[in-house]
């Protein structure tokens, strides 16, 4: 990233980041010319917009960016793109926070997708270091994003389980992490029926894939992240609406592969395990159909009331091998119900957690890092939602309402009493074009949890 990132430029321009307010104060000490200049072009400093202030040989001097606020991260996200070309500095005074997520969205304001195009209208202007960046965790913020977008963006017929594998191992070869995979029929001889009976139906094998890394004496920290690479529905087969955006299912994966590089690049105390159970969820005269009745590893049966609940038949297996250790935490991500984006829309990850201290912890960490999730109830009276009356549940609930809040309740069935768990339903996508963000696969929730971590373990 060394055209993102500069140690030092002697003609950076400088950039002020100024709302409303502060756009005021400055115009009351700024020169008659650049007061003029200002009022000119309109500029109001409103989030998002940009004025550029020449010098007297029509060169930029000096760059005023419209941000909603003190430390709004996201007022540098867009910059990289609008200013095209050239280096800058930031002027403003930032704290260590402030310039390490400055810095950030300034880098992933360079993103961009052009895996399946020339690329040459990439260009981005380059950032002189903040003085006050962590430049590591930057790095490896901008890093993890870009991996997990490239994961989501990438279109099935070239992203399925085994080439998510391949970036899993690719990975742990960066950061010397064991890794090793359960393919195919092997599944069931190690007992993971339901993460086979999902993915059975598909020309390419479903697999457990199984990161370690870090002492054996460390705090056990567990990342289960859903990887279905396509999802059809299944045999109760989706509409092509619903089907069109589903190469992103497997978006709760990318992002604890993101979460999982950030942990490990900041070598963060803990012994990790990263767990992705990686399928498509196809049909063929294999596939698991209606009303079938499934042993998952914990033992429980389930009855398949509707394949396109598979989500949680992959990461019941997955959970309950992870519980069974008793690690110290463990979260999962996972693009899981549209109940969850119908009650909180695209942008805002729901959160349930069987903690109260870690799912404050998160929240707290999350709004810090302006990585926002709301936190839902795991209400225990739903539960009868699930009953089945030939095994001991379904796969989803007997009607209509609070498909979020089940699906959750679902998962937890496979948590042993008194480990903590936080479960995260994400969209993994972004609808629109926003500084920093653009539209397609994105990273959500994994800043905050990254800055929770190292609070909770020191890193």
Same mark, same amino acid.
């Given at each position: 990233?060394?055209?993102?990132?500069?140690?030092?430029?002697?003609d950076?321009v400088?950039?002020?980041?100024?709302?409303?307010?502060?756009?005021q104060?400055?115009?009351?000490?700024?020169?008659?010319?650049?007061?003029?200049?200002?009022?000119?072009?309109?500029?109001?400093a409103?989030?998002?917009?940009t004025?550029?202030?020449?010098?007297?040989?029509g060169k930029?001097?000096?760059?005023?960016?419209?941000?909603?606020?003190?430390?709004?991260?996201?007022?540098?996200?867009?910059?990289p793109?609008?200013?095209?070309?050239?280096?800058?500095?930031?002027?403003?005074?930032?704290?260590?926070?402030e310039a390490?997520r400055?810095?950030?969205?300034?880098?992933?304001?360079?993103?961009?997708?052009?895996?399946?195009?020339?690329?040459?209208?990439?260009?981005?202007?380059?950032?002189?270091w903040?003085?006050?960046?962590?430049?590591?965790?930057?790095?490896?913020?901008v890093?993890a994003?870009?991996?997990?977008?490239?994961?989501?963006?990438?279109?099935?017929?070239?992203?399925?389980?085994?080439?998510?594998?391949?970036?899993?191992?690719?990975?742990?070869?960066?950061?010397g992490?064991?890794?090793?995979?359960?393919?195919?029929?092997?599944?069931?001889?190690?007992?993971?029926?339901?993460?086979?009976?999902?993915?059975?139906?598909?020309?390419?094998?479903?697999?457990?894939?199984?990161?370690?890394?870090?002492d054996e004496?460390?705090p056990?920290?567990?990342?289960?992240g859903?990887?279905?690479?396509?999802?059809?529905?299944?045999l109760?087969?989706?509409?092509?609406a619903g089907?069109?955006?589903?190469?992103?299912?497997?978006? /709760?994966?990318?992002?604890?592969?993101?979460?999982?590089?950030?942990?490990?690049?900041?070598?963060?105390?803990v012994?990790?395990?990263?767990?992705?159970?990686a399928?498509e969820n *196809?049909?063929?005269?294999n596939?698991?159909?209606?009303?079938?009745?499934?042993?998952?590893r914990?033992g429980?049966?389930?009855?398949?009331?509707?394949?396109?609940?598979e989500?949680?038949?992959?990461?019941?297996?997955?959970?309950?091998?992870?519980s069974?250790?008793?690690?110290?935490?463990?979260?999962?991500?996972?693009?899981?119900?549209?109940?969850?984006?119908t009650?909180?829309?695209?942008?805002?990850p729901a959160?349930?957690?069987?903690?109260?201290?870690?799912?404050?912890?998160l929240?707290?960490?999350?709004?810090?890092?302006?990585?926002?999730?709301?936190?839902?109830?795991?209400?225990?009276?739903y539960?009868?939602?699930?009953? *089945?009356?030939?095994?001991?549940?379904?796969n989803? *609930?007997?009607?209509?309402?609070?498909?979020?809040?089940?699906?959750?309740?679902?998962?937890?069935?496979?948590?042993?009493?008194?480990?903590?768990?936080?479960?995260?339903?994400?969209?993994?996508?972004?609808?629109?074009?926003?500084?920093g963000?653009?539209?397609?696969g994105?990273?959500?929730?994994?800043?905050?949890?990254?800055?929770?971590?190292?609070?909770?373990? /020191?890193?």
């Amino acid at each position: 990233m060394t055209d993102i990132f500069l140690a030092d430029a002697a003609d950076a321009v400088p950039v002020l980041l100024l709302n409303e307010t502060g756009l005021q104060g400055w115009l009351d000490s700024a020169g008659a010319s650049d007061r003029n200049w200002v009022a000119a072009n309109g500029f109001e400093a409103e989030a998002g917009t940009t004025l550029v202030l020449p010098d007297t040989e029509g060169k930029a001097a000096r760059v005023l960016a419209g941000a909603e606020g003190p430390g709004d991260m996201w007022a540098c996200g867009g910059l990289p793109g609008r200013l095209k070309g050239g280096a800058f500095r930031i002027e403003n005074e930032l704290g260590p926070g402030e310039a390490t997520r400055a810095a950030a969205a300034w880098g992933l304001g360079c993103y961009a997708f052009d895996a399946y195009s020339d690329g040459k209208s990439r260009n981005h202007a380059s950032l002189v270091w903040p003085e006050n960046a962590d430049r590591r965790a930057a790095l490896a913020t901008v890093e993890a994003h870009a991996q997990a977008r490239n994961l989501i963006n990438t279109p099935a017929n070239d992203m399925g389980p085994e080439r998510l594998e391949a970036a899993v191992r690719q990975l742990g070869e960066r950061h010397g992490a064991q890794v090793s995979s359960i393919v195919g029929d092997e599944l069931l001889a190690q007992n993971y029926p339901t993460i086979h009976a999902v993915g059975r139906a598909a020309a390419i094998a479903p697999r457990l894939i199984d990161l370690v890394w870090g002492d054996e004496d460390r705090p056990k920290l567990t990342l289960v992240g859903k990887g279905v690479c396509f999802d059809s529905g299944g045999l109760d087969l989706k509409p092509p609406a619903g089907m069109r955006l589903m190469k992103k299912d497997m978006g /709760g994966a990318a992002n604890m592969i993101g979460l999982a590089h950030m942990a490990m690049a900041a070598e963060l105390p803990v012994r990790l395990r990263l767990m992705v159970p990686a399928v498509e969820n *196809s049909v063929s005269g294999n596939a698991m159909r209606p009303m079938d009745v499934i042993r998952t590893r914990k033992g429980l049966t389930v009855e398949i009331g509707n394949t396109d609940a598979e989500g949680r038949l992959i990461l019941c297996d997955a959970l309950a091998e992870a519980s069974g250790e008793s690690p110290d935490l463990i979260l999962d991500c996972a693009t899981l119900t549209g109940a969850a984006r119908t009650a909180l829309g695209a942008d805002l990850p729901a959160l349930f957690c069987n903690d109260d201290a870690v799912a404050t912890a998160l929240l707290e960490a999350c709004e810090a890092e302006q990585d926002p999730v709301w936190r839902m109830p795991l209400f225990q009276p739903y539960r009868k939602m699930l009953s *089945s009356d030939v095994a001991d549940m379904n796969n989803v *609930s007997d009607g209509p309402l609070a498909g979020a809040v089940t699906a959750a309740l679902f998962l937890e069935r496979f948590i042993e009493p008194g480990v903590p768990w936080a479960h995260v339903d994400m969209m993994a996508w972004n609808r629109d074009n926003r500084p920093g963000r653009p539209r397609g696969g994105e990273a959500q929730f994994i800043r905050g949890a990254m800055a929770m971590l190292c609070r909770r373990y /020191g890193g």
